[in-house]
Every structure is written in C-alpha cells, then in structure tokens.
C-alpha cells in the first residue's frame, strides 16, 4: 500500500532543508543506486542544471539525485552540497579517479517574501541530503515549498501562499509518484469541479479573483512577477531515456489541469522523470499516470500549506 508520496517508489529517499525566518528551502530527492531520468521545461524563466544529459544522444544514462530549491538563480548551488553529500557516500558516475554524483536540480524565484539575501546554498543542499530518508512525507511549507506563493500576476499584496505538494498513483502494476514546489504565476482549480480553490487574492474584499479574467480586462504590469513551479515524477516502470522525457512532457498536463494560466513567459516551469526500471509498461500509459498524479500533487501543496508572514493559504479561506 502505498502512502501518497514520492518514498512510494523503492529506492528513492526524500530530504528537506529550510529556514522559515528568511522564508526559503530545497528539497532533495536521492536514487543512490542510479535511475534513468527524463525532464521537460516549459515557461520562459527556467533555471537547472545538469538538463542536458537527459538528452539521449548523452553518454550518462544514470542520475542519482534532482534538487528543487528556493533563491532562484542563487538557488542553484544547493546542488552541490548533495552532489558532495553522495560523493561522501561513494556514490556516483565512475570516472576511474573518482565517483561523480549526477545530481540535476530546478530553482523557483521566492526572493519576494521572506529576506532575498538568504537563499540555499551549497550548506543547505548538504543538510537536505543527510536529512533525506524513505520514509518522508511532510507536504507545504517545507523544503522547496517554504517560500512558494501563487497567484502574483499584480505582485505579492495579491498572492496566496503555495507549498510542496505529494501524491500517488497506481494501475496495472504501474506506479507512478509526483512531488511538485507549487509557485506559479497563475490560479490553482480543483480537479473536481475546475473552480478556482487559491490564487489573486483580493485581501480588502476577502475574496478570490480569477488571473485570466484580470489579464483579458486590464494590462500587465510593467514589472513582471517572477515564479515557477518545479516538479518530480517517478515510476518503477521501465523506461529508456527518451521515453523518460516523454513521460516528464506529459506530466505537464497535470500543471495545464491545476494551473491558469501556465507556463507563460512569467513562468520557468520544470518536470524531471525518474524511472526505477522494475515493471514492463506502455509509455502512454506512465504518461497518463504522471499527468493524472501530478495534478493532484499541486491540489495537494495548496490544501497543505499554511499562511505566512501576512499571505493566506487555502486553509485560512
């Protein structure tokens, strides 16, 4: 039985590091014993690293662990400290001299609460990789979600608060997990009924108001709002690399059923796809899982996570 989070598929283990005074984390996902990935970036702001191998013209066909982290571009370097947790561990890309640890990682922009000059750095990364076990399953503010708001296109005074989202699917034999930092420049709907749940909030009137509504009567801000939401899908199905990335492109209509608008030129949208390699399956099937699992992994981040420093969540409405 499987409990609605990433640890659901073996192998994986889940850490978090963050600091809730400066209002920003990193999440880390850890396949020590190396898994094929995938990835997809959509929107116009993306910031990663090590994307390029999930190329399947590359030579490395392993990964070993994908950090999603707060600070935007700063952000980046969180990965580093999990790259040299695991090389603590003997873990990595054998290269003869040493072991290399593959280690991918995605950023979201959360400098606009909290204090933008404290990000996660190379520390951080270090310490949500040693925390990092299989039996995590904290959802909201935490790790990559600490500082994750929805809803800005007219800046934060209007934003609610979005979080780290978990769920699971299984058919067949095929299991599919998502985790996702939900960030994003639009409104959050429900799957049930496609009604705006969180999103542009009005805090005068306590009311909801609807982006796309907003965006179709009025013009956009000079200064655009800066967001992204990154994610992770992971299966035990088997997958080579290019159907990996197949898979990682249609989690993302899991973000176009959730998020409106989604991966407009404000967003820098990102799903990776790890694969665990133990079930026969049909790729469109573990598509289907991914796109069905991660919608419900960003209703879930929103109805977990809890207001902070003046910005409501779903639960405080």
Same mark, same amino acid.
């Given at each position: 039985?499987?409990?609605? #989070?990433? =640890?659901?598929? $073996?192998?994986i283990?889940? &850490?978090?590091?963050?600091? @809730?005074e400066a209002i920003?984390?990193?999440?880390?996902i850890?396949?020590?014993?190396? @898994?094929?990935?995938?990835?997809?970036v959509? &929107?116009?702001?993306?910031?990663?690293?090590?994307?390029?191998l !999930?190329?399947?013209k590359?030579?490395?066909?392993?990964?070993?662990g *994908?950090?999603?982290s707060?600070g935007s571009? !700063?952000?980046l370097s969180?990965?580093s400290?999990v790259?040299?947790y +695991?090389?603590e561990?003997?873990? &990595? !890309?054998d290269?003869g001299?040493?072991k290399?640890p593959?280690?991918?990682s995605? *950023?979201? @922009?959360?400098l606009?609460?909290?204090?933008?000059?404290?990000r996660p750095?190379?520390?951080?990364?270090?310490q949500s990789a040693?925390?990092?076990? $299989?039996i $995590?399953?904290?959802q909201?503010?935490?790790g990559a979600?600490?500082?994750a =708001?929805?809803?800005? +296109?007219?800046?934060e005074k209007y934003?609610?608060?979005?979080?780290?989202?978990s769920?699971t699917?299984?058919a067949?034999g095929?299991?599919?997990?998502a985790?996702?930092?939900?960030?994003a420049?639009?409104?959050?709907y429900?799957?049930d009924?496609?009604?705006?749940i969180? &999103?542009m909030?009005? #805090?005068?009137?306590?009311?909801l108001?609807n982006?796309?509504d907003f965006m179709?009567?009025?013009?956009l801000?000079?200064?655009?709002p800066?967001?992204t939401?990154?994610?992770?899908?992971? =299966?035990?199905?088997?997958?080579t690399?290019a159907?990996?990335?197949?898979v990682? $492109?249609m989690a993302h209509?899991g #973000?176009?059923?959730t998020i409106?608008?989604?991966?407009?030129?404000?967003?820098g949208? =990102?799903?990776f796809c790890i694969?665990?390699?133990?079930?026969?399956?049909?790729?469109s +099937?573990v598509?289907t899982?991914?796109?069905?699992?991660?919608?419900k992994?960003?209703v879930n981040?929103i109805k977990?996570a809890e207001?902070?420093?003046?910005?409501?969540? #779903?639960?405080?409405?």
């Open positions: 039985m499987y409990k609605g #989070y990433l =640890t659901d598929i $073996e192998g283990k889940v &850490g978090h590091a963050q600091d @809730f920003t984390g990193c999440t880390t850890l396949c020590e014993e190396g @898994f094929v990935g995938g990835v997809d959509r &929107g116009s702001g993306p910031g990663t690293r090590e994307t390029d !999930f190329d399947p590359k030579m490395v066909d392993r990964i070993h *994908i950090v999603l707060g571009a !700063f952000g969180a990965a400290g790259a040299k +695991l090389e561990q003997g873990v &990595g !890309f290269v001299v040493a290399v593959i280690v991918s995605a *950023i979201l @922009f959360d606009g609460i909290g204090d933008p000059k404290i750095d190379e520390d951080m990364g270090y040693k925390n990092a076990t $299989e $995590e399953y904290r909201g503010n935490i979600g600490t500082g =708001t929805i809803g800005k +296109l007219q800046g934003a609610m608060k979005g979080g780290l989202g769920a699917v299984e067949r095929v299991r599919v997990s985790m996702v930092a939900v960030n420049v639009g409104d959050i429900s799957l009924d496609n009604k705006i969180a &999103g909030y009005d #805090y005068e009137n306590k009311k108001l982006t796309i179709k009567s009025n013009p801000p000079e200064e655009k800066t967001n939401t990154i994610g992770v899908v992971a =299966t035990n199905a088997i997958m690399k159907e990996a990335n197949k990682a $492109e209509n #973000y176009a059923r409106n608008p989604v991966h407009t030129y404000m967003d949208d =990102t799903i694969g665990r390699n133990q079930v026969q399956a049909d790729i +099937l598509g899982l991914a796109a069905e699992v991660m919608g992994a960003i981040a977990s207001g902070i420093d003046g910005i409501k969540s #779903y639960k405080d409405i």
